[in-house]
């Protein structure tokens, strides 16, 4: 199939953002004007506080072109975002995202580009609300600004966790790392030999897929409201697990012990991480991009949190002094290093 390829030169800058514009509709009440004037104007809902975050993500360094589709790059770098908001038990509302882009990228491309950020405005309920266009010298950035609401009173932070507090965590863990593992493992044969097709068997489906389609567990935020539950922390899990419990006890000055047998691992990673002679159990820890959300709750909260299905009740909240602590199947005590790679390594 030959590939259709329209200079981005050919619609020039306005072109270019009025085609971007034309697939977006607005669907948040908040968003009172979005894509066409010097701002856009966002209302928030009454008594709510606004939060704010953004990402930027440059090629070669926070991607890969060669094996991450354009569409699937536009539907994580939202998804990632909104899983900041998320991790401060937020509900995103709007996005804003600057692109800078190089003449070596067509205008199908940026179409591509922007089905995906499509899809994802659309799975979550965002509205995309503005942006900038640039031209870049090499290569594309990307630059994602997310905007959600929380009544103040609802806003989880890092600092929070108390002694004897339950550790939870949403999803499974360490199987977006994995899925680079392949990924890149594939490119190489890939580049060695351009004739052959990158081969991922059915069941290595799921683990490329939680590497480059993330997902914000926002569904985890609606779900904890439904059932009273207001986490005492909570973060999201980009650098992996073990990163993200130092963050949370030391903004929320505790110690933490984490069960091995209680961590969420799928067969698949398992599997997976035997094949690279990898410990599952350091994917887990140390992977990163599981984008799942990391949070502690009052043990008067263990039966609803019990209840959730996709949450698993993997540790408590310790005194500082008590420090941070994985406690193995065999009963061992490990300490918790944030970079615990060779620690872990089988
Ligand atoms: P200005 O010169 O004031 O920065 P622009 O011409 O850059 O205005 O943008 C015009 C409108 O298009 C603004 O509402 C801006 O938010 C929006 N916009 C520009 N680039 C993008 C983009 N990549 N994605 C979404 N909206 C964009
Ligand atoms: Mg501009």
């Given at each position: 199939m030959e590939n259709k390829r329209t200079e981005i030169a050919n619609l020039g800058e306005f072109g270019l953002i009025d085609r971007i514009a034309t697939g977006f509709s607005n669907e948040q009440k908040g968003t009172l004007m979005g894509i066409g004037d010097d701002a856009a104007v966002i209302a928030i809902p009454e008594g709510e506080v606004l939060l704010a975050s953004c990402d930027m993500l440059a090629e070669g360094v926070h991607f890969d072109l060669a094996y991450t589709p354009l569409h699937l790059l536009g539907y994580k770098s939202v998804a990632v975002n909104l899983s900041d908001i998320a991790a401060m038990n937020g509900i995103p509302r709007q996005i804003l995202i600057s692109i800078g882009i190089s003449n070596r990228f067509s205008v199908e491309a940026v179409d591509a580009l922007y089905d995906g950020i499509r899809q994802a405005c659309k799975d979550y309920q965002v509205d995309l609300a503005g942006g900038d266009t640039t031209s870049s010298r090499a290569g594309l950035v990307l630059s994602v600004t997310a905007i959600g609401s929380q009544k103040p009173e609802k806003v989880v932070s890092r600092a929070g966790a108390k002694v004897g507090d339950l550790v939870c965590v949403s999803g499974d863990l360490g199987a977006a790392y994995m899925g680079l593992q392949l990924l890149v493992r594939e490119n190489k044969v890939f580049q060695v030999n351009p004739d052959m097709q990158p081969e991922l068997p059915e069941e290595q489906a799921y683990l490329i897929q939680r590497q480059l389609k993330a997902e914000a567990r926002t569904d985890i935020v609606h779900e904890l409201a439904e059932k009273g539950v207001l986490p005492s922390s909570m973060i999201d899990i980009s650098d992996g697990l073990a990163s993200e419990l130092f963050h949370i006890c030391r903004q929320s000055h505790c110690g933490v012990h984490v069960f091995e047998d209680k961590l969420p691992i799928e067969n698949l990673t398992r599997l997976a991480a035997s094949d690279f002679g990898l410990s599952p159990l350091t994917c887990a820890m140390?992977?990163?991009?599981?984008y799942e959300l990391l949070f502690t709750v009052a043990q008067s909260d263990y039966e609803k949190v019990n209840q959730?299905?996709?949450?698993?009740?993997i540790g408590v909240i310790r005194e500082e002094s008590q420090g941070k602590s994985l406690i193995l199947k065999s009963g061992q005590v490990v300490e918790i290093k944030a970079q615990g790679w060779t620690h872990f390594k089988s």
């Amino acid at each position: 199939m030959e590939n259709k390829r329209t200079e981005i030169a050919n619609l020039g800058e306005f072109g270019l953002i009025d085609r971007i514009a034309t697939g977006f509709s607005n669907e948040q009440k908040g968003t009172l004007m979005g894509i066409g004037d010097d701002a856009a104007v966002i209302a928030i809902p009454e008594g709510e506080v606004l939060l704010a975050s953004c990402d930027m993500l440059a090629e070669g360094v926070h991607f890969d072109l060669a094996y991450t589709p354009l569409h699937l790059l536009g539907y994580k770098s939202v998804a990632v975002n909104l899983s900041d908001i998320a991790a401060m038990n937020g509900i995103p509302r709007q996005i804003l995202i600057s692109i800078g882009i190089s003449n070596r990228f067509s205008v199908e491309a940026v179409d591509a580009l922007y089905d995906g950020i499509r899809q994802a405005c659309k799975d979550y309920q965002v509205d995309l609300a503005g942006g900038d266009t640039t031209s870049s010298r090499a290569g594309l950035v990307l630059s994602v600004t997310a905007i959600g609401s929380q009544k103040p009173e609802k806003v989880v932070s890092r600092a929070g966790a108390k002694v004897g507090d339950l550790v939870c965590v949403s999803g499974d863990l360490g199987a977006a790392y994995m899925g680079l593992q392949l990924l890149v493992r594939e490119n190489k044969v890939f580049q060695v030999n351009p004739d052959m097709q990158p081969e991922l068997p059915e069941e290595q489906a799921y683990l490329i897929q939680r590497q480059l389609k993330a997902e914000a567990r926002t569904d985890i935020v609606h779900e904890l409201a439904e059932k009273g539950v207001l986490p005492s922390s909570m973060i999201d899990i980009s650098d992996g697990l073990a990163s993200e419990l130092f963050h949370i006890c030391r903004q929320s000055h505790c110690g933490v012990h984490v069960f091995e047998d209680k961590l969420p691992i799928e067969n698949l990673t398992r599997l997976a991480a035997s094949d690279f002679g990898l410990s599952p159990l350091t994917c887990a820890m140390n992977g990163g991009e599981d984008y799942e959300l990391l949070f502690t709750v009052a043990q008067s909260d263990y039966e609803k949190v019990n209840q959730m299905e996709d949450v698993s009740i993997i540790g408590v909240i310790r005194e500082e002094s008590q420090g941070k602590s994985l406690i193995l199947k065999s009963g061992q005590v490990v300490e918790i290093k944030a970079q615990g790679w060779t620690h872990f390594k089988s």
